[in-house]
């Protein structure tokens, strides 16, 4: 006789024949209708003779809500021991199946508001999801479905500003990327925007960041340039999208990223190529229109090239802020990358 842990998932129905609406949850992932306690097999046991340790909102079968949203409920590492079964158990899981889950480099997925709260974005599953902390510690709750489950959505960015929220992110739609956007305010999330329903077949990589109140940036890559729009009113309306002077070289690897600096400002970090086969980190600021761009890789020591990946932060009192630059770059003395820091 094999011993394990047997689940049950409360059904739409009651069973004809045991008057409770309970159906077993099948280890072996075969989902034999009508199975009930005294039906089970062997093989529905967990781990049982499929050596099925996992029951996660990823897992085979998963614990999300049948044929509804996922759960958040996950046990790992199901075992018998004795007479006994052992299992950890998590009510708000964090998990995704993608490697790109918080990609790419310069688009922000944590952010901390002023009450002391974690908001969090992510992809999994082809979808963009939601979570926030009250404490950071893990206990990650209010999993909530940005996207509308078309799938092929990556790489959100997410900003704050007195207990808003805003986030941007892509989708791939075979041809061509679409561009999103949505607030959370008041209390709730309002409906998804359409910023670049044609962006190009190249991954835009939208970034977002709120340099004042009210006042919201976003920069992403369309079609060999990096593209801008701007709100006024927190998102209700935007800008027509536009193109940044001087970025038509960016290259595959580009990787906008910008915060606040100063009143009003915004600065923006991206790779491109200015000198052919050599990759750079540039800056621009945007005030009332955007700067030139501050190549933040000149007069760097010769043996350091393949500029690339660039992030940007702020530091400083509410009167100046400071803008921080790292990024990686290839170091021919060490033969190796190496990370790199400008404080503008």
Request: proline share 4%; with cysteine.
């Amino acid at each position: 006789m094999i011993k394990g842990l047997l689940i049950f998932h409360c059904a739409n129905t009651v069973h004809t024949q045991t008057l409770l609406n309970l159906d077993v949850v099948e280890a072996n992932g075969i989902d034999e209708v009508g199975q009930f306690i005294g039906g089970c097999k062997n093989a529905h046991l967990f781990p049982g003779p499929t050596n099925n340790t996992a029951f996660t909102p990823l897992s085979n079968p998963s614990s999300n809500i049948r044929y509804g949203p996922r759960s958040g409920f996950a046990l790992t590492n199901i075992a018998v021991n004795g007479s006994g079964v052992s299992a950890n158990a998590y009510i708000n899981y964090l998990i995704s199946n993608s490697a790109d889950a918080t990609a790419a480099n310069g688009g922000r997925k944590l952010v901390r508001d002023g009450t002391g709260k974690y908001h969090l974005v992510y992809e999994s599953e082809g979808e963009i999801y939601y979570q926030y902390s009250t404490t950071g510690n893990g206990n990650w709750l209010g999993l909530f479905r940005l996207s509308s489950g078309n799938g092929s959505n990556k790489y959100p960015c997410l900003a704050e500003r007195s207990g808003s929220l805003f986030v941007v992110w892509q989708r791939y739609t075979g041809s061509t990327h679409v561009v999103y956007h949505r607030r959370y305010a008041s209390g709730a999330w309002g409906s998804t925007q359409t910023l670049d329903s044609n962006a190009g077949a190249n991954a835009p990589l939208p970034v977002i960041a709120s340099p004042a109140a009210n006042e919201l940036m976003v920069v992403y890559r369309s079609g060999g340039n990096l593209k801008w729009r701007r709100s006024t009113d927190n998102g209700s309306s935007w800008s027509t999208a536009a193109t940044i002077s001087g970025t038509a070289l960016n290259s595959p690897t580009v990787a906008p990223a910008k915060t606040a600096w100063g009143a009003n400002t915004t600065a923006l970090a991206y790779a491109t190529n200015v000198i052919p086969n050599t990759s750079n980190i540039l800056l621009h600021y945007y005030n009332s229109g955007w700067s030139a761009a501050y190549n933040l890789s000149f007069g760097l020591p010769g043996n350091l090239s393949q500029h690339a990946n660039p992030s940007v932060a702020a530091s400083g009192d509410l009167a100046y802020w400071h803008p921080h630059t790292a990024w990686d770059a290839y170091d021919s003395q060490y033969a190796n990358r190496v990370i790199l820091h400008k404080a503008g």
